[in-house]
């Protein structure tokens, strides 16, 4: 298998990749889209929202936001060791503030020091004089395979010429190199899992 990256910047990477069946290279893509884990806001606490916006949409919203953090501090919450969350599979976070002015993702409080929203600047919501929110989430290790908010790229490729041609879009606060690398571990736990699973049946 030989990889070579044609083109890089900002959010996106493309690179060459040969010496791979389809399946492999279809797996690869899937595997980027849907399992990689990334992390978004699940749980939220409203104490107080009177910016005209109804909870169900401001929870939406929030979810939405992509965050950066460091995958090789957390677990996936669903595959992690403790009972009911805990601070290697989730997030704390607030959001505090009165009117008048606009909300945006950096107003949102977080106690991690290497988690931050990938995009500051994203709007949540419009607060009048008299407006008010105060929140408390949480937030999960997740994977795109069980709601679109975990999802880590847009993924596609073409095949020419003996080569598969990757395009990888991350819309997740992972950049595009780590998404790549982290597809490929997920697949390589995936082959040792089935091996494990064939031999103790066989």
Not at 76 to 95: S, T
Not at 149 to 154: D, E, F, H, L, M
Not at 169 to 188: C, F, M, N, Q
Request: charged share 30%.
């Amino acid at each position: 298998m030989e990889i070579d990256i044609t083109e890089e910047s900002g959010d996106t990477i493309e690179f060459e990749l040969e010496g791979v069946s389809a399946g492999f290279a279809n797996s690869l893509r899937r595997t980027m889209v849907g399992n990689v884990p990334t992390l978004a806001i699940e749980e939220i606490r409203v104490t107080r929202n009177n910016s005209g916006l109804f909870d169900e949409i401001l929870a939406h919203r929030l979810g939405m936001i992509p965050w950066e953090f460091d995958p090789d501090n957390y677990d996936i919450h669903e595959e992690c060791d403790c009972d009911d969350g805990c601070p290697e599979c989730e997030v704390q976070m607030a959001l505090q503030k009165e009117g008048p002015g606009t909300i945006t993702a950096s107003d949102i409080s977080v106690p991690s020091e290497d988690v931050e929203p990938a995009k500051p600047e994203t709007k949540v919501a419009d607060l009048k004089e008299d407006g008010e929110l105060d929140l408390e989430m949480t937030a999960y290790i997740g994977i795109g395979q069980e709601h679109a908010k975990w999802q880590a790229a847009n993924t596609s490729y073409s095949y020419e010429d003996g080569t598969f041609h990757f395009k990888v879009e991350s819309v997740s606060g992972l950049d595009p190199r780590t998404i790549v690398s982290k597809a490929v571990e997920r697949l390589e736990e995936d082959l040792e899992g089935f091996e494990e699973s064939l031999e103790e049946n066989l």
